[in-house]
Protein backbone atom coordinates (compact mmCIF):
# COMPACT_ATOMS: atom_id res chain seq x y z
CA UNK A 1 0.00 0.00 0.00
CA UNK A 2 2.63 2.02 0.56
CA UNK A 3 4.70 1.66 -2.68
CA UNK A 4 1.57 2.66 -4.57
CA UNK A 5 1.01 5.82 -2.67
CA UNK A 6 5.06 6.67 -3.34
CA UNK A 7 4.67 6.25 -7.31
CA UNK A 8 1.78 8.83 -7.43
CA UNK A 9 3.96 11.26 -5.52
CA UNK A 10 6.37 12.72 -8.25
CA UNK A 11 3.43 13.63 -10.86
CA UNK A 12 2.06 15.34 -8.10
CA UNK A 13 5.06 17.25 -7.37
CA UNK A 14 5.65 18.13 -11.03
CA UNK A 15 2.00 19.70 -11.22
CA UNK A 16 2.63 21.82 -8.57
CA UNK A 17 6.30 23.12 -9.79
CA UNK A 18 4.62 23.74 -13.13
CA UNK A 19 1.78 25.46 -11.79
CA UNK A 20 3.94 27.70 -9.35
CA UNK A 21 6.37 28.68 -12.25
CA UNK A 22 3.43 30.36 -14.28
CA UNK A 23 1.96 32.17 -11.61
CA UNK A 24 3.72 35.52 -13.11
CA UNK A 25 2.98 37.72 -16.19
CA UNK A 26 6.07 37.36 -18.28
CA UNK A 27 6.77 39.34 -21.42
CA UNK A 28 6.24 36.63 -24.22
CA UNK A 29 6.96 39.51 -27.43
CA UNK A 30 6.48 42.98 -29.03
CA UNK A 31 5.53 44.87 -31.08
CA UNK A 32 8.29 46.48 -32.14
CA UNK A 33 10.30 43.48 -31.43
CA UNK A 34 12.70 43.47 -28.52
CA UNK A 35 16.43 44.59 -30.25
CA UNK A 36 14.88 45.52 -33.33
CA UNK A 37 15.70 48.03 -35.84
CA UNK A 38 12.62 49.78 -37.76
CA UNK A 39 12.97 52.75 -40.25
CA UNK A 40 10.69 55.36 -38.70
CA UNK A 41 9.07 56.01 -35.26
CA UNK A 42 6.16 53.61 -34.74
CA UNK A 43 3.09 55.11 -33.64
CA UNK A 44 2.46 52.56 -30.55
CA UNK A 45 4.10 49.99 -28.60
CA UNK A 46 2.34 46.68 -27.91
CA UNK A 47 3.51 44.28 -25.05
CA UNK A 48 2.20 40.38 -24.53
CA UNK A 49 2.43 39.00 -21.63
CA UNK A 50 1.82 35.23 -20.76
CA UNK A 51 -1.06 36.03 -18.39
CA UNK A 52 -4.03 38.37 -18.16
CA UNK A 53 -3.09 41.70 -16.80
CA UNK A 54 -4.69 44.49 -14.34
CA UNK A 55 -5.31 47.66 -16.11
CA UNK A 56 -5.07 49.59 -13.27
CA UNK A 57 -1.52 49.10 -12.02
CA UNK A 58 -0.06 48.03 -15.46
CA UNK A 59 2.26 50.71 -16.96
CA UNK A 60 4.56 51.67 -19.89
CA UNK A 61 7.09 53.91 -20.34
CA UNK A 62 8.47 55.05 -23.63
CA UNK A 63 11.76 57.32 -24.04
CA UNK A 64 14.20 58.49 -27.38
CA UNK A 65 17.33 58.71 -28.01
CA UNK A 66 17.52 61.89 -26.10
CA UNK A 67 16.08 60.49 -22.72
CA UNK A 68 12.22 62.61 -23.50
CA UNK A 69 9.55 60.32 -23.02
CA UNK A 70 7.53 60.23 -26.19
CA UNK A 71 4.42 57.74 -24.79
CA UNK A 72 1.35 59.42 -24.00
CA UNK A 73 1.08 58.03 -20.33
CA UNK A 74 -2.02 56.40 -20.57
CA UNK A 75 -1.47 52.02 -21.41
CA UNK A 76 -4.40 50.33 -22.59
CA UNK A 77 -4.83 46.82 -21.99
CA UNK A 78 -7.00 43.95 -23.31
CA UNK A 79 -6.39 40.81 -21.76
CA UNK A 80 -2.87 39.38 -22.03
CA UNK A 81 -2.07 42.90 -23.93
CA UNK A 82 -0.47 46.33 -23.08
CA UNK A 83 -0.08 49.19 -25.81
CA UNK A 84 0.99 52.33 -25.47
CA UNK A 85 0.71 55.47 -28.15
CA UNK A 86 3.77 57.43 -29.01
CA UNK A 87 4.34 60.79 -30.36
CA UNK A 88 7.23 61.35 -32.79
CA UNK A 89 10.21 61.09 -31.02
CA UNK A 90 12.70 60.68 -33.83
CA UNK A 91 15.85 58.28 -34.84
CA UNK A 92 18.05 56.72 -32.62
CA UNK A 93 17.58 54.18 -29.28
CA UNK A 94 14.24 54.07 -28.05
CA UNK A 95 13.68 52.52 -24.18
CA UNK A 96 11.21 50.46 -23.21
CA UNK A 97 10.17 49.95 -19.48
CA UNK A 98 7.16 47.89 -18.27
CA UNK A 99 5.87 46.98 -14.84
CA UNK A 100 2.44 44.37 -15.00
CA UNK A 101 0.47 43.39 -12.44
CA UNK A 102 -1.25 39.81 -13.47
CA UNK A 103 -4.65 38.81 -12.36
CA UNK A 104 -3.24 36.55 -10.26
CA UNK A 105 -1.67 39.45 -8.26
CA UNK A 106 1.93 38.72 -9.03
CA UNK A 107 3.99 41.73 -10.45
CA UNK A 108 6.88 41.42 -13.02
CA UNK A 109 9.02 44.39 -14.48
CA UNK A 110 11.43 44.61 -17.32
CA UNK A 111 12.95 46.65 -20.01
CA UNK A 112 13.79 46.90 -23.40
CA UNK A 113 15.00 48.57 -26.59
CA UNK A 114 14.81 49.00 -30.32
CA UNK A 115 16.05 51.25 -32.98
CA UNK A 116 14.75 53.74 -35.27
CA UNK A 117 16.35 55.19 -38.23
CA UNK A 118 18.59 53.80 -41.08
Given at each position: ???ASLIGLPPLMLLL?????????????????????????????????????????????????????VDSGKPRVSGNRM????????????????????????????????????
Amino acid sequence: MRRASLIGLPPLMLLLATGSAQAHAFLDHAEPRVGNKVASPPREVTLWFTQKLESAFSSITVTNAAGERVDSGKPRVSGNRMSVSLRPGGSGTYHVTWRVLSVDTHTTDGSFTFQVGQ
